[in-house]
Antibody
Framework: QVQLVQSGAEVKKPGASVKVSCKASGYTFTNHYIHWVRQVPGQGLEWMGTINPSGVSTSYAQKFQGRVTMTRDSSTTTGHMELRSLKSEDTAVYYC???????????????WGQGTLVTVSS | DIQMTQSPPSLSASVGDRVTITCRASRGIDNSLAWYQQKPGKAPKVLLYGASRLESGVPSRFSGSGSGTDYTLTISSLQPEDFATYYCQQYYGTPLTFGQGTKVEIK
């Protein structure tokens, strides 16, 4: 079955960077986009961006342009999201997600990682 | 960007009640819509995708309907474990966008 397993919680100081990993299994990694979504405590869900199956192309939400980089490694079937110049307002749970059809040609079904809490505090 | 307008923001209901939550997209999304349930401290759980396809393991009291721009999540008989926050999400195009959430509380 499809699984997305994320790296563990992080505590960072303002101005630092964080890199969150998302290990994928149970599907053909090189066929599907990986998306990143975050949720600030007490708030809703916010899309950050996506990376295409080959890893050549990314699309980021304007809010994070210049501060985020998404990459992927097909040899380890892992996606990564790096956020730089962290501020206290970046304290949030970060999720990876992929949309995979149960069978080829079927409707795509969302699959999410378990989330990674990133705390930014001096 | 496709805007998702979800209503109501919150509701109070009793066990056994029928509950309906709606989501309207700012343009047609061709049934590329998912519904999630989220409990405090947990990741969103997929309930339905493709607007009406029940995710494996999700109780049949949850159902989804709609087409074009208007979609509905229905819980036919609310159970104690259903008190949570529910989100809709369109995945027709990027950026992926979410409804603002509906908090379902005990009456």
């Amino acid at each position: 079955q499809v699984q997305l397993v994320q790296s563990g919680a992080e505590v960072k100081k303002p101005g630092a960077s964080v890199k969150v990993s998302c290990k994928a299994s149970g599907y053909t990694f090189t066929n599907h986009y990986i998306h990143w979504v975050r949720q600030v405590p007490g708030q809703g869900l916010e899309w950050m961006g996506t990376i295409n199956p080959s890893g050549v192309s990314t699309s980021y939400a304007q809010k994070f342009q210049g501060r985020v980089t998404m990459t992927r490694d097909s040899s380890t079937t892992t996606g990564h999201m790096e956020l730089r110049s962290l501020k206290s307002e970046d304290t949030a749970v970060y999720y990876c997600a992929a949309f995979i059809p149960p069978v080829v040609g079927d409707i795509k079904c969302p699959h999410w990682g378990q989330g990674t809490l990133v705390t930014v505090s001096s | 960007d496709i805007q998702m307008t979800q209503s109501p923001p919150s509701l109070s209901a009793s066990v056994g009640d029928r509950v309906t939550i709606t989501c309207r997209a700012s343009r047609g999304i061709d049934n590329s819509l998912a519904w999630y349930q989220q409990k405090p401290g947990k990741a969103p759980k997929v309930l339905l995708y493709g607007a009406s396809r029940l995710e494996s393991g999700v109780p049949s009291r949850f159902s989804g309907s709609g087409s074009g721009t208007d979609y509905t999540l229905t819980i036919s008989s609310l159970q104690p474990e259903d008190f949570a926050t529910y989100y809709c999400q369109q995945y027709y195009g990027t950026p992926l966008t979410f409804g603002q959430g509906t908090k379902v509380e005990i009456k």
